[in-house]
């Protein structure tokens, strides 16, 4: 069973700060990894997904791989209020290999 | 954009009793879709996968008997709770992939409670 381990935080940032969310990942196979936020009573938003070994960035997230090491973070540069929310890491995997496992979440706090 | 509804959005039912819970996709055919279910401050547990016309995957641990699940079609896809309980009670969302693009997309979830 693939496991995906986030510290849950939670953790706190002031406005206009970087956000680094960490997450590893124990099936050194895994090709495919995904940042969902989730606000509180929501389902989850995709933010990003990252398939290839560097940094890929979006706006003002950035996802960082190293299947070396399986770790993959999500830095929130500029972070605002409306960023407080629990961050979910994500692979595939499941009995069926097509189902996204999450990690259990980091909650992110952000003060104005 | 892909828009994935679940009904109802929140439901009480009494210990014994069974609820339905339908997950749709609205503007994309969807040959899988997944059943999670989240307790309150725990992530998202993959309950099983549910695929058009056959029978589902379930996870380890997750009582098929229990949580019936029948995906007839390409858009809609079904969770019944059969003698639910108490400890039943949490958050259900569902989610579907695009059979074209195989993008996920998730519903806004179902919140059951038992009592």
């Known amino acids: 069973q693939k496991e995906v381990e986030q510290n849950s935080g939670p953790l706190s940032v002031p406005e206009g700060a970087i956000a680094s969310l960490n997450c590893t990942y124990s099936?050194?196979?895994?090709?495919?990894f995904f940042w969902y936020r989730q606000y509180s009573g929501k389902s989850p938003e995709l933010i990003m997904f990252?398939?290839?070994?560097g940094d890929k960035e979006d706006g003002r997230f950035t996802a960082q791989l190293n299947k070396a090491s399986q770790y993959v973070s999500l830095l929130i540069r500029d972070s605002q209020p409306s960023d407080s929310a629990t961050y979910l890491c994500?692979?595939?995997?499941?009995?069926?290999?097509?189902?996204?496992?999450f990690g259990k979440g980091t909650t992110l706090s952000v003060s104005s | 954009g892909a828009v994935v509804s679940q009904h109802p959005s929140w439901v009480i039912c009494k210990s014994g009793t069974s609820v339905k819970i339908e997950c749709r996709s609205l503007?994309?055919?969807?040959?899988?879709m997944f059943w999670y279910r989240q307790f309150p401050k725990q992530s998202l547990m993959l309950m099983a996968t549910?695929?058009?016309?056959?029978?589902?995957?379930?996870e380890q641990g997750v009582e098929k008997d229990k949580f019936l699940i029948n995906h007839a079609s390409l858009t809609l896809s079904t969770l019944t709770v059969t003698s639910a309980h108490p400890e039943d009670s949490s958050f259900y969302i569902c989610?579907?992939?695009?059979?074209?693009?195989?993008?996920?997309?998730f519903g806004p979830g179902t919140r059951l409670t038992v009592t």
């Open positions: 099936d050194r196979g895994s090709q495919s």
């Open positions: 994500a692979v595939k995997g499941g009995q069926a290999g097509t189902a996204l496992i």
């Open positions: 989610s579907a992939r695009d059979s074209g693009t195989y993008e996920q997309y």
């Open positions: 503007d994309f055919q969807a040959t899988t």
């Open positions: 990252i398939y290839s070994n």
């Open positions: 549910s695929n058009e016309g056959s029978k589902a995957t379930y």
